[in-house]
């Protein structure tokens, strides 16, 4: 039983370029969760998705990021016309539908903006 | 909005000595779930333990085990009999007992056993 599977593990983007972060939940968990760590600090939670449905983007930034859970295939993050500042580790979670149960975590994947 | 504080940026301590983590929240809500995740070097976020706030009874796993005071908003993780191996960045994290799923972390501990 594969954990959460993140891809790649390193990605380093030139500024202006555009970041494709993906995520595969573990099998039968439906909620798929994004937080973002910067250096030192804890994790940000950024948006949470359902198949095909945003539920709650209140975490991201208003331009440049976007996140998706197709019906079919992983999880994508997309960061546009990258900057500098969005240097971190983005880190994907998923869940079953049992509330409180806590998340399974991926091992993120460390953007660098170069 | 809520918030979870870790005072203790960091911590060090001899290996099989007893060590505790501490962490306080703040919430307007009487029902959540508290949880104590770990993060070594190889920085992948492991779940340590989780403590249900309608369960008056301390969370346990194996060496691990928490003091949740629920009135205080206190929620310690005790760390007995440490192993090199629990050397890593420990966060403390809130989840709402409704809504979406979403945890808030403390900006968490980086604990070093010594051996």
């Known amino acids: 039983n594969a954990g959460v599977m993140q891809n790649p593990r390193h990605l380093v983007r030139r500024r202006g370029q555009e970041a494709r972060l993906r995520c595969s939940p573990m099998?039968?968990?439906?909620?798929v969760y994004w937080y973002r760590q910067l250096p030192e600090e804890g994790l940000k939670f950024m948006v949470y998705?359902?198949?095909?449905?945003?539920?709650?983007e209140s975490g991201m930034p208003k331009e440049r990021f976007s996140a998706e859970f197709p019906k079919e295939g992983p999880s994508i993050l997309r960061i546009q016309q990258v900057v500098r500042g969005d240097s971190a580790a983005y880190f994907c979670a998923s869940s079953p539908e049992v509330l409180g149960y806590g998340y399974t975590f991926g091992s993120g994947t460390r953007l660098t903006v170069v | 909005a809520q918030t979870v504080t870790q005072s203790q940026p960091e911590m060090s301590v001899q290996e099989a000595e007893t060590v505790t983590l501490s962490c306080t929240y703040d919430t307007s809500e009487n029902n959540y779930y508290l949880f104590w995740y770990k993060q070594p070097p190889s920085r992948q976020m492991i779940l340590v333990i989780r403590?249900?706030?309608?369960?008056?009874q301390n969370a346990t796993e194996n060496r691990f085990s928490v003091n949740f005071q629920k009135a205080a908003k206190s929620f310690s993780l005790k760390i007995s009999d440490s192993q090199l191996g629990d050397t890593a960045m420990y966060f403390c994290a809130f989840m709402r007992d409704q809504g979406a799923q979403k945890l808030v972390f403390g900006q968490g501990t980086r604990l070093t056993i010594n051996p």
């Open positions: 998705l359902q198949k095909e449905n945003i539920i709650d």
């Open positions: 099998k039968g968990h439906s909620h």
């Open positions: 403590q249900e706030a309608y369960k008056q």
